[in-house]
T-cell receptor, first 114, second 114 residues
C-alpha cells in the first residue's frame, strides 16, 4: 500500500530536549516536505526536499533541521524544542515538484513541548 | 508573494443541501490550484486540481471547482452533501514548475446537520 508514515504520532516532551520525527514514503517520490498545522493558520511549510541531499527552507524553518540522505526518508529534527513548536506536523511527498503534483500526506504527528 | 484566502472559517449545511466553499488566491502568473480535504485525525487528501484548460474541474467524492481568473477565485462546490463530507477543506496555490512552495489557505470547517 502506498503511504507516508510518520513516527511518533503523539509526543510530549520538555523544552530543550532534542527530538526527531521520522517520515518515510514507499512511493519512490523525489519530493518531500514538512508542514505544521496550527489553528487559524492552516498549513505552513517548514522545509522541503526536491531529491536526495537537496533541501530548502519553507516559510517557517526557524528551530528545525532536516536531512535527506535516502530518497524514502526525510526526518524532521528539533534540536532544542520550545513551547511555540507545539503543533501538529505533517510530512508529505510527491512524484513531481510539490506545486504541480499531488501531495500524499502522512497522518500527522502531534507534538507538545512543555 | 502568493497567498490564499478562505473567508469562511466554519460553514454548516444540512445533509442533501448544496455546498460552495470560497477560495481566493493571489499569484502573479497562471496558478496551479488545489483543494484538499482533511477528515478528523487524518492527513490531507487531494480532492481536485487545476493546472490549465477547462476551468471547471471535477474531483473525487462528487466535488467540482471552477477557476475564475477575473475574480481570482477557485470555489469548491457539491450539489448534495452527505454526512461523510464533514471535514476541513483547504485550498492551495502553487506556481510554475520550479516553484516548490505550495501555499495553503487557513481552511474551512464543514459541519453537516441531519
Amino acid at each position: 500500500e502506498a503511504q507516508v508514515t510518520q513516527n511518533p504520532r503523539y509526543l510530549i516532551t520538555v523544552t530543550g530536549k532534542k527530538l526527531t520525527v521520522t517520515c518515510s514514503q514507499n512511493m519512490n517520490h523525489e519530493y518531500m516536505s514538512w508542514y505544521r498545522q496550527d489553528p487559524g493558520l492552516g498549513l505552513r511549510q517548514i522545509y522541503y526536499s526536491m531529491n536526495v541531499e537537496v533541501t530548502d527552507k519553507g516559510d517557517v524553518p526557524e528551530g528545525y533541521k532536516v536531512s535527506r540522505k535516502e530518497k524514502r526518508n526525510f526526518p524532521l529534527i528539533l534540536e532544542s524544542p520550545s513551547p511555540n513548536q507545539t503543533s501538529l506536523y505533517f510530512c508529505a511527498s510527491s512524484s513531481w515538484a510539490g506545486n504541480t503534483g499531488e501531495l500524499f500526506f502522512g497522518e500527522g504527528s502531534r507534538l507538545t513541548v512543555l | 508573494a502568493q497567498s490564499v484566502t478562505q473567508p469562511d472559517i466554519h460553514i454548516t449545511v444540512s445533509e442533501g443541501a448544496s455546498l460552495e466553499l470560497r477560495c481566493n488566491y493571489s499569484y502573479g502568473a497562471t496558478p496551479y490550484l488545489f483543494w484538499y480535504v482533511q477528515s478528523p485525525g487524518q492527513g490531507l487528501q487531494l480532492l481536485l486540481k487545476y493546472f490549465s484548460g477547462d476551468t471547471l474541474v471535477q474531483g473525487i467524492k462528487g466535488f467540482e471547482a471552477e477557476f475564475k481568473r477575473s475574480q481570482s477565485s477557485f470555489n469548491l462546490r457539491k450539489p448534495s452533501v452527505h454526512w461523510s463530507d464533514a471535514a476541513e477543506y483547504f485550498c492551495a496555490v502553487g506556481g510554475d514548475f520550479g516553484n516548490e512552495k505550495l501555499t495553503f489557505g487557513t481552511g474551512t470547517r464543514l459541519t453537516i446537520i441531519p
